[in-house]
């Protein structure tokens, strides 16, 4: 994964390439006008991502329980993997 910079210049004849570039290698994309970032493009997978790790970090009772299960697992407290996925009938 990287991030391209482009003119908007340059971006327009290439956008269909581009655009199949930053869709298979997760690339991003910073689109420039005048030298000044202007917009970014990324892949639908990384937008996705990024709106479900805002939601994760807007939602501060899911945040406490997460900070409690990574103190727990510090603490030597937790399921092994095996058992877990029997226990979700994953076995």
Not at 38 to 64: G, N, R
Request: aromatic fraction near 6%; charge should be positive.
């Amino acid at each position: 994964m990287s991030t391209i910079t482009i003119p908007l210049t340059k971006l327009r004849p290439n956008l269909p390439k581009m655009l199949d570039k930053i869709s298979k290698f997760f690339d991003r994309c910073i689109i420039t006008r005048y030298g000044e970032p202007q917009a970014v493009i990324l892949s639908d997978k990384d937008y996705e991502s990024l709106l479900e790790t805002l939601d994760i970090l807007s939602d501060q009772k899911l945040l406490k329980e997460l900070r409690d299960a990574e103190r727990a697992l510090a603490k030597g407290k937790g399921v092994p993997w095996e058992k877990a996925k029997a226990k979700l009938g994953h076995a």
